[in-house]
Every structure is written in C-alpha cells, then in structure tokens.
C-alpha cells in the first residue's frame, strides 16, 4: 500500500492548492484552510485502501505530539494574565515607557528579547513575558506593531536557536550525534551575518517608526499609576522564571512557579484577595476598565480562552500532518529527493528545504528536524559530509521557519500572544528569513567534508 513519489507529490502539490486557496482566495482562518486539506488526504487515504481507523489513529498520534506545547500555551495564557493583575506587566511598561523611544525601539526590543532568550533558552517564554511588555510599550509610543513583533521574535527566535539551555538546540545535534557546543559554533557561520544584517535593518527602519505624543504617553504611565501600584517587588515573579529557566527547570513547572508567586504578589502588592476574581481572571485575561483605550488594549491580555485559537491550530495542524506521515508521503517525498542529489552543496541545501516542507504541511517544528534529519543522517555518512552541516541546516529550515507559518506551533502561539498577525509580522522578521538564506549560501561555498572540520571551526 505505499504510496508512488508521483502520488505522493501530487497529494502535498494538491494539499497546498486547497491551502492557498482557501487562505488567500477564500480568505478564511487557517483553520478552515488546514481542515480542508486534512479532510482531503483523509478521503484519499481511505480511498487508496487505508482503513478509516488507522487514518483515525495518525490524526490522534499527530495530536499527541502537541500536548506539551498545548500545555505550555495554556500556561504561558494563565501567566500573562496573573501578571497583569499582578502588577507585573504594568509596571514593566510603565519604567519602559520612560527609558525607551520609538526612534530606537526596533533595534533595543531586539536586543532584549535577544538576552532574555538566551539566558532562558525559550522563545516561547520570551515573547510570553517581556514580547507581552514590549508590545504594550510599542503600543503606547505609536510603533507599527508588526516591526515590534518582527524586532521581538527575531530576538526570541535567535536565543531559541542559540542558546544551550534551548530543546531544539539540544534536540538537532542529538539526531545528528554533534556535540552541543560544537552545534552552536558551527551556527555562528550562519547567525552571525544574519543577525548583524538584522540590526542594520531595524536601526533603518525604526528610525522611522513611531510618531511619538509626549502627552499621550505621559496620560498611558498616570492610567496605568491609577489602576495599579506600581511596585519593584511585581517583578519578582519574572525574575523567578528567568531564575528557574537558567537552572534548568522543566518549562510546565517553571510556568507554574510564575503563576502561583504571580497570585501572591497579586495579594501582597495590589491588595487583590479575592481568589473569585483570581480565577476569573486567569479563565478570561484581566478586564479593568479605563479612560486610556490605549491603557485598555495593553492590559487586556491573557487567560487561558485567550490561547485557544492557537490551541485548536496547532491540533488540527499536527492532526494533519499526523495523517501525512502515517500513510507515507513525507517519507515516500525526502526519500525520493535524498536519492536524486549529487553535489554536497545540493544535499545540504537539500536539508533545509525538506525542513522548511515538513514545517510548510506538518506546522511543527520538532517533526521538521527529525523527519529530515533521519532521512539524511546515512547520505552525510556515506559521503563524508561534515554533519554539523546536516544539524545547523536542521534548525535553520526547523526553528526559525515554524514562526513564519500561520498554522504552524510558534507561528500561532506568537500571533495570538502578540496580537499581530503572522502575516503582518513576517515582512520584519528579518532574522528568520536571514539565516536559512545564508545556510544556502554556505553549502555551497565552504568546505564539507568531515576530515575540514577543525578548519571550519576555526
């Protein structure tokens, strides 16, 4: 029963038909455009002679894989809300909107979601603590809102990639049998000018950006003066996260951690007592009425309702991508292709494409790394290929590809955190169209083969 390369390209050329169509013909939510693209492959499937019960059984395998990032938006939803009643948010903002401007917004946003990522190893952490503050703060100094993402995820997205204390930076190099450090090294060839070029964009652009009423912001800090009490000690459930993170801590109890010293400091610093409204707040984000829409938009955030767009995205995406690699196509599709290249250069840029297509139909990062990275793991074996190419390629095509993707993990988490659309933002995330650029361009102009590698990392 398994699948031709000619049926198997055909079902994805297809797939991706009733994809496009149906975003940007139909113009309807990602939602209905992954469900009619699994609901076709569905019918094929069971037409070509599966039963509907195994088609069934790739749905839910596909779904099970996305329990932990289900998880860990329900958390990062509860988080942001707990810390706008707590304070914490506020309080960022209002110190924020006194020492940045939107001159310089792009590039300093960037810079900080850049450290924080780094030190924390998670861009989903990221952009659900300080991307939350610095939006508000973008908000509020009149900042076009998709460059604030792009400067913000580019700078998670950096740390997610380059960070030690990253599970995808972990996760690459473990397939591939690559030390970690040596993983990381081996990115600068492709980070470094990405990011560089990154940062001589945003200071063009942000210098642009943002027509700043001195008045207005001043009216934002005295609203936000009003309805909290702005305290130093809110910020101490951030600081615990990014405590708990640099030790190491699992993601889902470090969340947790933020969102009970979060309900402390509710108490503690705001005088809020009323577990009541705790947890309706948490459920629903924090409503609090107020004179400032601006004030209004920015605190209005969080609650665990607030990720389920993203939520039920991220399931019928995997849920999708579950049925295309059960019934063999992915496979059938790299394998097909691994067979046909000659040339080192096409082999490794080869990688990241399939990366890139996994991401494209399955919208998971994770799948995006190990469905390649064993499909080319043997051909780098075979022909000597340095396989820190193969690991570094992985996570260019993987990582940094899912946050472009509407219907992909980070894509939909990111968007609905920020609340900017991920086409909106994907013109300014100039970080992660960078780097998988300059990965193809490596292919082909620097050596390859294992027995260069102490010249490659020099």
């Known amino acids: 029963m398994r699948m031709s390369f000619r049926e198997s390209a055909a079902i994805l050329g297809i797939s991706i038909i009733i994809l496009l169509s149906a ?4 113009k309807a939510e990602p939602h209905l455009a992954i469900l009619s693209s699994l609901i076709f492959v569905s019918g094929y ?19 099970r894989e996305a329990i932990k990032p289900i998880l860990i938006m329900l958390l990062v939803g509860m988080t942001i809300a707990v810390w706008m009643m707590s304070g914490a948010v506020p309080t960022l903002l209002h110190f924020g909107l006194s020492t940045l401007s939107a001159t310089w917004f792009a590039p300093s946003a960037l810079l900080i979601a850049m450290v924080v990522s780094t030190f924390t190893g998670s861009s989903f952490t990221t952009i659900g603590t300080v991307g939350v503050a610095l939006m508000g703060i973008a908000i509020a100094l009149g900042v076009n809102p998709a460059l604030a993402a792009g400067a913000i995820i580019s700078g998670a997205c950096f740390g997610d990639k380059m960070s030690p204390l990253s599970d995808t930076t972990n996760f690459a190099p473990g397939i591939v049998n690559v030390s970690v450090f040596d993983h990381i090294r081996f990115m600068m060839g492709t980070t470094i000018p990405a990011i560089t070029i990154t940062f001589i964009l945003f200071f063009i652009f942000g210098r642009s950006s943002g027509n700043v009423d001195s008045s207005a912001v001043q009216t934002t800090q005295q609203e936000l003066a009003r309805l909290f009490d702005l305290s130093p000690w809110t910020l101490l459930s951030p600081l615990l996260v990014m405590v708990l993170a640099l030790r190491k801590m699992p993601v889902v109890p470090t969340l947790v951690a933020g969102v009970l010293s979060g309900l402390l400091l509710t108490g503690i610093v705001q005088g809020n007592w009323n577990i009541s409204n705790w947890m309706t707040v948490i459920q629903n984000g924090l409503k609090l009425e107020s004179s ?9 955030k969080g609650g665990l309702q607030s990720m389920m767009w993203s939520v039920s995205l991220v399931m019928l995406a995997l849920a999708f991508g579950g049925v295309l690699r059960g019934i063999g196509v992915i496979d059938v599709v790299i394998e097909r292709t691994v067979s046909k290249l000659k040339r080192d250069g096409s082999i490794i840029s080869s990688v990241a494409l399939s990366s890139i297509g996994v991401n494209l139909m399955a919208g998971e990062q994770y799948l995006s790394i190990l469905l390649p990275g064993q499909a080319f793991k043997k051909i780098f074996e075979k022909r000597q290929i340095d396989p820190r190419f193969l690991s570094r390629s992985l996570e260019d095509g993987g990582t940094l590809i899912n ?16 609340d900017v659309p991920v086409t909106a933002y994907v013109p300014f995330a100039f970080f992660l169209l960078l780097s998988p650029l300059f990965t193809f361009l490596l292919a082909f102009l620097r050596p390859t083969k294992i027995e260069t590698k102490q010249s490659l990392a020099s």
């Open 403 to 418: 946050p472009l993707i509407p219907w992909g993990v980070s894509g939909a988490f990111f968007a609905s955190t920020l």
């Open 45 to 63: 499937a069971v037409y070509r002679g599966f039963k509907f019960e195994d088609v069934e059984h790739h749905m839910i395998q596909g779904i």
């Open 292 to 300: 400032s829409e601006t004030v209004t938009s920015i605190i209005s």
């Open 23 to 26: 975003l940007f013909g139909a």
